[in-house]
């Protein structure tokens, strides 16, 4: 089974510089922090996680994924998840899970753009584990591509592409999140 790397060592120095006045992650959505919102929708796959964030950061995104994945270097595979996807669906994750059965790399897409979390089957545990710095896994995903091995799974979720990155995508989850509200209360009617 998979393990969901919940990557969130970032510095969120864009989100500083659009005028936000907390980390990212620490800033409030409806009442909860945008990771508090990543990790509940983990919670509700019923998918392992293990949560990337030393005090002090890390020197990157590829060092992030490096440490989450040989904290959990027993997984049978990880999906790599930035703490920052706050409108990701449970449902999504499980589908990334499922397909990492039968494909050594999985990349979601939503309308043509690649999106989060992307999947890594057990075999990539030495070149996850050798990643450094802010340079990420992206290399790893082209030469498999180029090789054929890697699943490309259209998702119709929005959340693997809807990162809050500035004041103003906090605003735009805000909206989604409380569109997502009435549908559910419009549903729960007789």
């Not at 999504?92 to 989060?116: C, E, N, Y």
């Not at 340079?135 to 809050?164: F, S």
Request: hydrophobic share 45%.
């Amino acid at each position: 089974m998979p393990v969901v790397i919940i990557l969130a060592a970032g510095q969120g120095e864009r989100f500083y510089a659009s005028g936000g006045t907390s980390h990212k992650l620490d800033a409030l959505l409806e009442g909860q922090s945008v990771l508090h919102h990543v990790i509940a929708a983990v919670n509700a796959s019923g998918l392992r996680w293990h949560l990337v964030r030393p005090a002090g950061g890390t020197a990157g995104m590829g060092a992030s994924i490096a440490m989450g994945v040989r904290a959990t270097a027993e997984a049978g595979g990880w999906l790599i998840l930035p703490g920052d996807l706050p409108l990701i669906r449970p449902r999504t994750l499980q589908q990334v899970a499922d397909a990492l059965k039968t494909h050594s790399i999985v990349v979601p897409h939503f309308h043509q753009r690649h999106g989060h979390p992307v999947g890594f089957g057990r075999e990539h545990l030495a070149a996850l584990t050798s990643l450094c710095a802010d340079t990420g896994a992206a290399t790893l995903v082209r030469a498999a591509r180029a090789e054929g091995r890697v699943q490309d799974l259209a998702l119709n979720d929005a959340g693997i592409i809807d990162d809050v990155d500035t004041l103003s995508d906090l605003a735009r989850a805000r909206r989604h999140v409380l569109s997502r509200q009435k549908r559910a209360l419009a549903d729960d009617k007789p």
